[in-house]
């Protein structure tokens, strides 16, 4: 026994998944993302016109300019709004991208949202990585299931708020509600 239980590996090659920057060339192609890309399935986004956020680690002097999310077997039908988001641990918006409206979005791809102004992180934390798509259908994500937070300070891996967004972000998130499906994010 060790004071780590039963793992007797080292924490940091079992908790490599979390930092999806270890690629051979970080410097060239810089990225985050909140999943491993190994066992994934198709999960549901959040209703028309609500906003899915998802926990995503970033460390200090990141520079996120796209959020990426990759749609399921679903593809969106007929979407009037299509956003993504970054907000800060407390739910303040930082950044969000430009509405792409009624642009296709087929399933099993994926869609980049470029944020209107990078942002620049000054302290390494969780953020939520935030989209919101208004459609007839909307498209099912590549994601996985997460379990509800039970221990105080977890916070939730995916949760839905708001209603009827449209083009712009909302300033804050607010009245989050636990989501289990957690959708795929990648941050670059």
């Known amino acids: 026994m060790t004071v780590l239980g039963a793992f007797k590996g080292n924490p940091r090659n079992d908790l490599g998944w979390l930092n999806s920057s270890g690629r051979p060339d970080p410097e060239v192609v810089f990225h985050r993302a909140n999943l491993p890309r190994v066992g994934l399935d198709d999960v549901p986004a ?25 749609s399921g077997g679903t593809a969106a039908g007929t979407p009037t709004n299509q ?12 950044g969000q991208s430009v509405d792409k409206t009624s642009e296709a979005w087929a399933a099993d791809a994926a869609k980049s949202f470029a944020l209107s ?37 977890e916070a939730n891996l995916a949760q839905t708020s708001g209603s009827g967004i449209g083009a712009t972000a909302p300033a804050t998130i607010s009245s989050p509600t636990f989501k289990r499906h957690v959708p795929l994010v990648i941050a670059s």
């Open 117 to 153: 102004s990078p942002v620049r992180i000054t302290r390494s934390g969780v953020y939520y990585a935030a989209l919101a798509v208004a459609a007839g259908t909307v498209p099912t994500l590549v994601g996985s299931v997460g379990a509800k937070p039970f221990l105080t300070g």
């Open 83 to 94: 956003i993504a988001a970054l907000y800060s641990g407390a739910g303040a918006l930082l």
């Open 46 to 70: 959040a209703a028309s016109g609500v906003m899915c956020s998802v926990a995503l680690y970033l460390q200090d002097g990141d520079t996120v300019s796209a959020l990426t999310f990759i």
